[in-house]
């Protein structure tokens, strides 16, 4: 596939063929070119491996190998497309439900966008300028990974903000507390 765009226009009509033919598989989750099969027995998971290989075949695709696996949703969770979704005890009945929040993919690749523009190079920067620029960055961010149960998630990147903030800002001031001359 040349785009997730093009995958996702071939892989609807493997969706439609797949709900007609195997509806046994199990629930099929797919976004772009990632898929996710959820059965209810490892068994199940097991069985629907050589059914969507033939399937990925006859269209001509291949699994990535290291991405192919089955997992148990109370032991591990799955982590598909920046989110991370494992199943927990919930609140008040004490049954496994799945919660999803941002996966440390995803937390890693906030933290990137941040890094380059608090780093020493920058001390120069107005702060205005600073703190607009990282605004647009963290905004992008929270909207991707609004989803689920994220609020944890979203306050260590505030945490990680404050803190490359703070260090941008004290080192600016120099050892003894005095505030460097801009430019």
Known sequence: MSSPRLANLDLHVLDRWGEERQAGVG???????????????????????????????????????????????ADEGVDCLGVHVPKQPSKRPRR??????????????????????TERCRLR???????????RGIRGWRHYVRVGHSTQKRAALDRYVRRRLWICLRTRQG???HVRPEG
């Open 175 to 177: 050892p003894r507390g």
């Open 27 to 73: 629930r099929r989750y797919r976004d772009a070119d990632a898929l996710v099969v959820v059965g209810r027995t490892p068994q199940q998971a097991v069985a629907a491996q050589p059914i969507l290989g033939r399937l990925l075949e006859w269209w001509k695709l291949t699994r990535h190998p290291d991405k192919t696996r089955v997992v148990g949703m």
């Open 96 to 117: 496994l439900v799945p919660y999803a929040w941002p996966s440390g993919t995803a937390m890693r690749g906030g933290r990137a966008k941040i890094r380059p523009q």
């Open 125 to 135: 920067v107005d702060l205005a300028a600073l703190v607009a620029g990282l605004n």
